[in-house]
């Protein structure tokens, strides 16, 4: 049930835009909306970074790095979290992780997915 599906990721070249998805269609829908979602990223070498989070009140937050170009938002008649990056810099590329904590405080992780803005 805690199964998360990522796809998007790829190369882009400085500037471009992305769209990540993060589906979750095991979940009841009622536990999709009750979690909190966000996605992390991390670079090589460097650690695990909180990008964009989406609470289940609703309420997001953006790291200082991202704010102004990084878009998270949330489907729940699809059930899916999707992350709009635009005007992607060297900087964002990472891999991409999704997350999810559920109502009972379960942490959930997606796969991994790799972004690469060549510099």
């Known amino acids: 049930q805690g199964q998360l599906v990522e796809s998007g990721g790829g190369l882009v070249q400085p500037g471009g835009s992305m769209r990540l998805s993060c589906a979750h269609s095991r979940s009841i829908l009622s536990t999709f909306i009750g979690s909190d979602r966000a996605w992390y990223r991390q670079a090589p070498g460097k650690q695990r970074e909180l990008v964009a989070v989406i609470k289940n009140t609703g309420a997001i937050n953006y790291a200082d790095s991202v704010k102004g170009r990084f878009t998270i938002s949330r489907d729940n008649t699809k059930k899916t979290v999707y992350l709009q990056m635009n005007d992607l810099k060297p900087e964002d590329t990472g891999v991409y992780y999704c997350?999810?904590?559920?109502?009972?405080?379960?942490?959930?992780w997606g796969q991994g997915l790799q972004v690469t803005v060549p510099s």
């Open positions: 997350y999810k904590k559920d109502p009972n405080d379960r942490e959930y």
